[in-house]
């Protein structure tokens, strides 16, 4: 059984701006070598450390700056990229981080009344913050919105994202998804997003091919195979993600999506680490887990009835009657 680690301080994924050079990094023990790819540049070879990174400094790429990683005949987004230039496969795009938002959460649990899955007919974040109103005078305390993480195309339900940490370019841009989140608390409404830590989608998923290590060759879930959650590096990953949703795109929680796929004995590790990443940048944050196995223990709360971990668990036995 691995141990329960903290986040690391500083992030592993993702290009690391620093003055005038950013750092890129890429994640692929299994790779002999790696090229960095700047759009409108010659490729510039990457050095790969023990612990299975491959990191390039440049100068001059800061934000804005378009790029790929390239092995052989094979070029790839960044999978930790913060933004895509289009769809999935295309170019990932070198953005600042986001300031971060409050430290505590709009609404407390007890008077959620949650809707979930607000949408518009155009498809936007833009378009949803117009009509914000709407669900605060229909006595809505909270939204609930599926996952918004890149995925191929522009429709989709977001189960099948591919770059988790990049919002839906169909669905606008960084700064709209953030000003979405900023008008919801204007209006007093709490924002609660669903991620997807158990599987990618297949299309448009390039890790199986540069980075095996992320996947379990024994264990599969219903859309494919299993995330090598005993891959401490894996595990950071996901922590990593989890802290950015709360903080730079201040969201008052998560919806963790079927946990109960987590296929590893270290479902138990990368759950706490999860929640103590969470918690490290929103204490108040509002964890809800999808569990068929109702698991209470993962709600124990503290002498304070406060949520040790997660908050609540969403009721799939009363999802699967009501469908």
Request: net charge negative; aromatic share 12%.
């Amino acid at each position: 059984m691995n141990q329960i680690t903290p986040l690391m301080a500083s992030p592993r994924f993702g290009p690391l701006i620093a003055g005038n050079t950013t750092t890129f990094r890429l994640w692929a023990p299994s790779l002999p070598s790696a090229d960095l790819i700047i759009d409108g540049r010659p490729a510039q070879a990457m050095r790969k450390a023990a612990d299975g990174f491959f990191t390039v400094d440049v100068e001059d790429a800061g934000p804005g700056t378009r790029y790929m990683f390239r092995s052989g005949e094979l070029s790839f987004p960044d999978i930790a990229s913060r933004q895509q230039a289009q769809d999935a496969d295309d170019w990932s795009v070198v953005r600042a981080p986001l300031a971060p938002g409050r430290s505590t959460t709009v609404r407390p649990w007890h008077e959620a009344v949650i809707c979930v899955g607000a949408a518009t007919p155009e498809g936007t974040f833009a378009a949803l913050s117009e009509k914000l109103e709407h669900f605060r005078d229909a006595g809505f305390t909270c939204l609930e919105i599926m996952p918004v993480n890149e995925f191929p195309g522009d429709r989709n339900w977001g189960y099948d994202g591919t770059l988790i940490f990049a919002p839906e370019h169909a669905y606008g841009s960084p700064e709209d998804l953030r000003a979405l989140v900023d008008r919801a608390h204007e209006l007093g409404l709490s924002m609660v997003l669903d991620v997807v830590y158990n599987h990618f989608g297949e299309a448009h998923n390039f890790l199986p091919r540069y980075a095996p290590e992320w996947f379990r060759k024994d264990e599969t879930t219903p859309w494919g195979p299993a995330i090598n959650f005993d891959e401490p590096m894996v595990r950071q990953f996901y922590c990593e993600n989890t802290a950015m949703w709360l903080s730079e795109y201040d969201f008052d929680g998560l919806r963790f999506d079927s946990v109960h796929e987590v296929k590893t004995g270290s479902r138990d590790v990368v759950l706490t680490e999860i929640a103590r990443a969470a918690k490290a940048v929103k204490p108040d944050c509002q964890l809800i887990i999808e569990n068929v196995r109702n698991s209470f223990r993962w709600l124990e709360r503290d002498g304070n009835n406060k949520p040790i971990q997660y908050l609540a668990q969403w009721n799939d036995d009363m999802h699967h009657v009501l469908a």
